[in-house]
């Protein structure tokens, strides 16, 4: 790991958990200043690609890098085998560290809060859950990803597989009769990258 990247005091981090036909990837994402006009914008600074490596080695290799970065968050897929490997990430006799603080499991077909109704009675305590506005991880997380994009506070390294992954994946509105408005449906593939990408922008939403 560059020694330059410790100068990047608030990093977050994303993961895509494969093994065999799917990899695995690590984003690092390190936070910064936008030059003149002002604000903050993330740069992907670390891809580690992981193929054919077992649960407990990409767990060592988890623990390394958040050893190293001390990421704010650590979004990551706990479905399949990504839910052995969370569970270990959790486990507080595992000894891991700064993993164990930062690492938030995620679905992609779950909902999750991403917001809340204001209060008509600002006096009246309403239990926040009740208040919860719920949104599809892989829709909010997209949309979080996209926003960053449009926004110009994502800066990609030349990296051409990263680059067709962020170019190549699209999304259609799927109707149905009992669904009139439709559900957004994404196109099927290999974009493991941009998964850890998206892993990274929700955990940045979330505790940003």
């Keep these: 790991i560059p020694g330059n990247h410790l100068l990047y005091k608030t990093t977050w981090m994303g993961m895509d958990v494969g093994m065999t036909n799917h990899p695995s990837e690590i984003l690092v994402l390190g936070e910064e200043p936008i030059p003149k006009e002002g604000g903050v914008r993330l740069r992907v600074l670390t891809r580690v690609h992981l193929e054919r490596i077992s649960a407990m080695d990409q767990l060592e290799?988890?623990?390394?890098?958040?050893?190293?970065?001390?990421?704010?968050?650590?979004?990551m897929d706990r479905t399949g085998l990504g839910l052995p490997i969370f569970q270990f990430a959790k486990d507080p006799t595992?000894?891991?560290g700064p993993l164990m603080n930062s690492i938030k499991g995620y679905n992609y077909s779950e909902k999750i809060p991403v917001g809340f109704e204001e209060l008509k009675d600002p006096e009246e305590w309403i239990d926040p859950m009740d208040r919860a506005i719920l949104g599809n991880v892989l829709e909010?997380?997209?949309?979080?990803?996209?926003?960053?994009?449009?926004?110009?506070?994502?800066?990609?390294?030349?990296?051409?597989?990263?680059?067709?992954?962020f170019q190549g994946q699209a999304y259609y509105i799927n109707k149905s009769s009992t669904n009139p408005y439709g559900k957004k449906e994404f196109n099927?593939?290999?974009?493991?990258?941009l998964d850890a990408a998206r892993m990274a922008a929700l955990a940045y939403s979330q505790q940003g």
């Excluded at 290799?61 to 979004?75: D, I, N, S, W």
């Excluded at 099927?188 to 990258?193: E, I, Q, S």
């Design 61 to 75: 290799v988890m623990k390394k890098l958040t050893e190293v970065y001390k990421p704010r968050a650590f979004g």
């Design 94 to 96: 595992e000894s891991t």
């Design 140 to 165: 909010y997380s997209s949309d979080q990803l996209r926003l960053m994009v449009d926004q110009k506070r994502l800066v990609l390294p030349w990296d051409i597989d990263m680059l067709r992954e």
């Design 188 to 193: 099927k593939g290999k974009f493991h990258a």
